[in-house]
DNA sequence: GTTATATATAGATAAATATCTATGGGGTAG
DNA sequence: CTACCCCATAGATATTTATCTATATATAAC
């Protein structure tokens, strides 16, 4: 490159600090490389021959090439580039989106792609470790999981308009037994915290029906056909179609985690996102079920 | 690369017939040189990582412009591409365009540069190696050239319409004797030429004005200033404006050489012209005036 | 549980590579 | 004509590189 810009075998050996035998030689085993003369002397001046010429050319752009892949790296070093795939249970689909959003927009070139699963299948994704990030109620206890509480999780009861329960003075959780309740599949973390509730309480259910999503258990509800507990997150704000009920003696709520192995590569993306999430928690989720405890994570290099 | 295609590491040790520990370390080493993990095991099945994919983008482009340059070296040795430079003595400048026109069109991408000279000028860009190919009427008897005839050069007298010596039955060369000769600066071959067959028959010009190319002479001749000693080559087939003249006792000629340098690396353009040339000679110059003994030159590889 | 397959690591080695110093030849400029 | 600068070549050497064998480890298949 340098005899090019220099046209002297002796001046490039002065400048990359060489000896001219050597840039000689180099020069020599290219050509014997290449097969064709690079260079020739003309009235001992260097000329670069088309071969040369072409071969510098080509080099130029190789060159360009791995610096165009330096700064791919360099993107993907700061969080700019790459991909950071989160896998999530149900729930937490309602809540998530108000973090990625904004998190897309400010590096847009970041693939975040998102797998929503019940907590069963999540969970045999963390085992086998296909994501990045995990989102879980409640964190497997495997030693190759680190977890760190993010959000809040309330769950309430949630009974059709007009339901009896609703002329009581007060409810406790004793006087909703008798009614049915829809609940989603076993394994789900809110039918967990609920049976281990009332399992404590040495309560049973007389009816329950067991539904696949929480819209079908919300739209169940408001159609009559039985009463349920749902995350405060899922219940959209302005529905009116069923009630919220207060139960006096009943105060179950469940955390969200940000679940990540510790026995796997974090990549520079999935590491980006969670340092915004631990920045911007409080701007995007409501502040009142906010519980920013993402320091736990190992997330600096 | 192999990698990319076969996500396997052992696959990959067989295909290439190394074993696979030297797979794994050149991809380790790779890894460290480029800072950032390239595969990563999932379920026991190796994935690309973002940064891998990136670089095997990378080095296919890096690749292809190797390919490219491969392609480009095929054209130079083919003759297809290059630059053939030729230097020429003035008086050729009118035949040999007859040759690098066909030429030119059958290989458009081979740049053909002319320089011309008068036979001073050439001479001195044949010592220096200038060019590929330099073509000369007296080739210089160096012995780093090698030249072969490839066209005669007969000279013809011009007189003006009209002129006295017309009116003669028959024109010896002593009758030209008397009359202003137009010639062109000493040093040109033909000068040198006609200088030679004076001195060798004792003759000597009573008057000669010396002029700076062919054009110029042949129409002062026409206007009457004078006669002259031009190529046959030179002089336009239409053209009366002036009258050629039969002398009975004198037939000056030249031939006209192809030249190189033996010490000089043939360049594949000039190889391709030369050989164009030795085939197609008869077809694209009057045949009545070829000379085709460019085998003598040593243009295989 | 045993076997087979995939990757990772350590240690050894032969070949290739990048250098250097010393020297020779050709040409230019005082 | 001599000193100087340029490139070319030869010989020596130290480092780097590519590769192997042997072995360990983990997972999947039987």
Known sequence: MSVVKTRSLSETARQLHLTQPTVSLQIKRLQEEVGEPLISMQQQKLQITEAGLELFRTCKQVVG??????DFLAELRGGERGRCK??????AQYILPKL?????NLHPHVELPLEIG???EVLARFERGEDDIYVFSHPPSLEQAQAARFLHNPLEFIVPNNHPLLS???VNLTDLMQYRFLLRENGSATRMLFESELQSRGLVLSDGVQMASNEAIRVAVSSGMGISLLSHHVLPMGDHSFTKLQVLDTDIASQWYFVMRTDRHISHAARSFLKFAQT???QYLDIKWVRNELHKLNIEP
């Open 168 to 170: 009581l003075k007060q």
């Open 100 to 104: 990625l959003g904004p998190y897309s």
């Open 86 to 91: 989160i896998a999530m249970v149900n729930t």
């Open 65 to 70: 090439h791995f610096e165009d892949y330096q």
């Open 280 to 282: 911007n928690l409080e």
């Open 118 to 120: 019940n907590r069963e």
